[in-house]
């Protein structure tokens, strides 16, 4: 049972390892002097995307023009959403 309990442990922290860096593959940029807050990609707001990133997805701006992507969110498969 111990043993069972640690395979599934671990394979859920390789899970969790995997995705971390997924996103921090993905590179973007967002306008400078959006205000800090979540977008998803097809707002004017997200600039760029690329490594392996998808519009379809949802991403932090700061007003500096940094961005980070957090991965595919089903609000951003029809439009614009932001919450900021």
Do not use: D
């Not at 593959?25 to 690329?50: D, F, H, I």
């Not at 700061?62 to 932001?82: K, L």
């Amino acid at each position: 049972m111990l043993f069972k309990l640690l395979t599934v442990a671990l394979a859920a922290i390789a899970t969790v390892n995997a995705a971390a860096i997924e996103e921090r593959a993905v590179t973007c940029s967002c306008a400078v002097g959006t205000p800090q807050g979540q977008y998803c990609g097809l707002c004017p707001e997200v600039l760029s995307v690329s490594g392996g990133g998808s519009y379809l997805g949802i991403f932090e701006c700061n007003p500096g023009g940094g961005c980070h992507y957090y991965g595919s969110r089903t609000e951003c498969e029809n439009g614009c959403h932001r919450w900021t």
